[in-house]
């Protein structure tokens, strides 16, 4: 963030509802609830503004674009169903 002559760093943590377009013109739009208000924000990846991006999980959605959160109130709006890894164990015959 840039404010005046000066320049900090800001995190904004969320959940990643979309990606659009492709190479240098690719998107990813963010959501997350702030003092019980959405906020989207759209972020290019290759923007030189971002120093980096950290998956904190991964999650499984039957869509790409998951613009069905934006309904959602409360806890809810946060809840997607999380990716689980298994090891394999199997018993050898």
């Not at 320049?7 to 959940?15: H, K, N, P, S, W």
């Not at 990643?16 to 690719?26: A, M, Q």
């Not at 613009?67 to 806890?75: H, P, Q, S």
């Amino acid at each position: 963030v840039r404010e005046g002559d000066k320049e900090r760093i800001q995190i904004f943590a969320g959940i990643v509802i979309s990606r659009k377009g492709s190479g240098v013109h690719e998107t990813f739009t963010v959501r997350r609830i702030a003092s019980g208000v959405g906020v989207e924000r759209v972020f290019p990846v290759n923007s030189p503004m971002i120093d980096k991006v950290e998956v904190d999980r991964e999650s499984i959605t039957m869509r790409a674009r998951m613009y069905y959160l934006r309904d959602r109130i409360g806890k809810e709006a946060n809840k997607v169903k999380e990716k689980r890894l298994y090891e394999a164990k199997r018993k050898s015959k």
